[in-house]
C-alpha cells in the first residue's frame, strides 16, 4: 500500500502475511510532494506505482527499493498525473491518466497511447478503469449537465472502442468486468449496482442497496462481486450471493483501497487504517430477483407504521404487476398481478404483510 505525502519522500506499507504484519519503506520523489494513485504487484518481487507529476516507478525485490521509471518513453505526454496501473502478464500492462490510456508491451520499458480518437475523457477526464485479458473498460468523470458521462469498453485490448451509457445522469469510476460480456458500475456514491450483461452495449440497473446505503468500490473474485457499502455512517462489506449479503462491518471510515483475492478482503482508509478479513459466510440459495428501475413509482409515508401507499403513473394499458421486495431482492407480498389498468395515476395500500399473512 502507498498513498499521499507532503514531502518528496513518500512511505510504501508492505505485508508478507496477509496483512497481520507490516513494514515500512521509505522512496524519494525528488520532483514535488508525490500522491500515489495506483499500485500493481505483478507477482512477489516485481511491481508497480503510479501517481502524480508522472510518476512511475518499479520495484524487482518485493518493494525495499524503487527505480524512477517515469522519463521511460510514453510516459510524459497528454497527462502529468497516472491514475491506475495494471498488468495481465508479465509483459503487458496498462496505465490510465487523467487524458489517456498508456500500453506495455516489453514490461513497462516504453508505453504508447492505444486511446482511439472517438474515445473523449470529458471535461473530468478519465477516472474508472479495468482490464481482464483484451477487454478493458474505462469511464469519464462529469462536472456539470453539459459535460460527458460516458463509459467505453474495448474488446481487442484497446485496438477499437464502443461507447457505453451506464446512466446519462451521472459518471461512473467504479467499474469491474466479470467477463468478456458481463460488467458491474457503481455510480458515484448513489444506492444502485449496475450490470451489463452484453458487453457494455446497454447496461440495466441490476440492485439497489441494502438499508438505502450507498455503493462504491468493488472486487470481482471467484466468480463473486464484492462492494464496499456505507448507510448510517458504517462502512459494510457486501457480496452478491443470490441478493446482498454482509461479509464484515468496519466502522464509521472513508476507504480509499479495497480488494478481495479468494476468500481474504483488505481495504485501507482515510484515517490511516488497514482492515483485513476473510469471507466466511455460509451461501444463500435463495433466488435472486433484480430490480427493474421505475421512476414513477413512489410510497408515501416512508418510513411508515402500519401500512403505506405505493403511487405509481400506468403510461399505457398493459397488464401490469406491482410487487413488494426486502433488500435481498426476494418476493415479500404481490399487490396486484398482470391487471390492466387505465392509464394515469394510481395508488394502492399495503398494510406491510407478506403473501402468508
Not at 74 to 93: A, D, Q, V, Y
Not at 107 to 131: L, S, Y
Request: aromatic share 10%; charged share 15%.
Amino acid at each position: 500500500m502507498a498513498g499521499w505525502t507532503s514531502t518528496t519522500v513518500f512511505r510504501f506499507m508492505k505485508s508478507t502475511d496477509a496483512g497481520q504484519n507490516w513494514q515500512s519503506v521509505e522512496v524519494s520523489h525528488t520532483e514535488q510532494p508525490f500522491c500515489v494513485n495506483g499500485l500493481w504487484m505483478i507477482d512477489d518481487l516485481v511491481g508497480w506505482i503510479c501517481g502524480d507529476s508522472f510518476g512511475l516507478y518499479k520495484t524487482i525485490d518485493g518493494g525495499n527499493t524503487w527505480t524512477d521509471m517515469s522519463n521511460c518513453p510514453g510516459i510524459r505526454n497528454n497527462s502529468s498525473n497516472l491514475l491506475r496501473i495494471k498488468f495481465t502478464s508479465p509483459e503487458i500492462g496498462y496505465i490510465l491518466s487523467s487524458g489517456d490510456l498508456k500500453k506495455t508491451i516489453n514490461g513497462g520499458n516504453t508505453w504508447t497511447t492505444i486511446k482511439a480518437n472517438q474515445v473523449e475523457a470529458g471535461e473530468g477526464g478519465f477516472r474508472g478503469f479495468d482490464v481482464a485479458g483484451e477487454t478493458i473498460i474505462l469511464s469519464a468523470i462529469r462536472y456539470n449537465v453539459n459535460d460527458l458521462s460516458n463509459c467505453y469498453v474495448s474488446q481487442d485490448a484497446g485496438q477499437t472502442w464502443q461507447l457505453s451509457f451506464v446512466d446519462r445522469g451521472d459518471f461512473s469510476y467504479n467499474m469491474k468486468i466479470a467477463s468478456p460480456s458481463t460488467f458491474y458500475a457503481s455510480i458515484g456514491n448513489r444506492r444502485e449496482l449496475y450490470r451489463s450483461i452484453d458487453g457494455g452495449a446497454t447496461w440495466s440497473l441490476f440492485l439497489n442497496s441494502p438499508n438505502g446505503g450507498t455503493v462504491s468500490k468493488l472486487s470481482w473474485t471467484n466468480n463473486t462481486l464484492y462492494v464496499v457499502s456505507g448507510y448510517n455512517g458504517i462502512i459494510h462489506i457486501l457480496k452478491i450471493n443470490n441478493g446482498w449479503q454482509e461479509v464484515i462491518s468496519l466502522g464509521n471510515i472513508i476507504v480509499h483501497g479495497f480488494d478481495f483475492k479468494g476468500n481474504r478482503g483488505i481495504t485501507c482508509g482515510d484515517d490511516g487504517s488497514i482492515a483485513t478479513f476473510a469471507d466466511t459466510t455460509v451461501d444463500n440459495n435463495d433466488p435472486i430477483i433484480p430490480v427493474t428501475p421505475s421512476p414513477e413509482l413512489i410510497c408515501y409515508p416512508n418510513p411508515f407504521r402500519g401500512s403505506t401507499n405505493v403511487k405509481f403513473n400506468q403510461i399505457d394499458n398493459s397488464p401490469t404487476t406491482v410487487a413488494i421486495y426486502n433488500t435481498r431482492g426476494q418476493l415479500v407480498r404481490t399487490l396486484i398481478k398482470n391487471q390492466k389498468l387505465s392509464p394515469g395515476e394510481h395508488i394502492i395500500a399495503w398494510d406491510g404483510k407478506n403473501n402468508s399473512c
